[in-house]
C-alpha cells in the first residue's frame, strides 16, 4: 500500500474564498468517489494557524504503484491540478504503509 500525502500553500495575496480556490477544493473533493484506485481520501484546509502551515491537505491511500499512477494520470485529477496550478504551490510524499 501507498499513502499519498500533499500539501498546498496558497500563493501570496490568495485568500480561501477566492473563486479559482473554491473551484479546485470542489474538484479534489469528489475525486474519491470518481477514481476507483483510491482506497482512502481525505481533503481539507488546515485548522491550525502557524507560519510553516501549509494550507490544505490531501490524504490517500492506493494499492501499489500501479494505482498510483492510475491515480495521477486519472483526466479528474489532472483536471484539478490544472486549477490548483494557478493559485499554490504542494509538496508531495509517497510512502509505503
Not at 500563493?11 to 484506485?37: M, Q, T
Not at 498510483?68 to 504503509?97: K, N, S
Request: with cysteine; glycine share 6%; aromatic share 10%.
Amino acid at each position: 500500500m501507498i499513502r499519498h500525502l500533499v500539501l498546498f500553500k496558497l500563493n501570496d495575496g490568495v485568500a480561501k474564498d477566492d473563486p479559482r480556490v473554491l473551484a479546485g477544493v470542489e474538484a479534489f473533493e469528489g475525486l474519491g468517489k470518481i477514481i476507483p484506485e483510491l482506497r482512502e481520501w481525505q481533503c481539507g484546509w488546515n485548522i491550525t494557524v502557524r507560519d510553516i502551515a501549509y494550507d490544505y491537505a490531501i490524504n490517500s491511500l492506493v494499492n501499489d504503484v500501479d494505482a498510483l499512477t492510475a491515480y495521477l494520470t486519472h483526466p479528474a485529477h489532472q483536471a484539478g491540478t490544472a486549477l490548483w496550478r494557478e493559485f499554490a504551490t504542494w509538496i508531495i510524499a509517497d510512502i509505503e504503509v
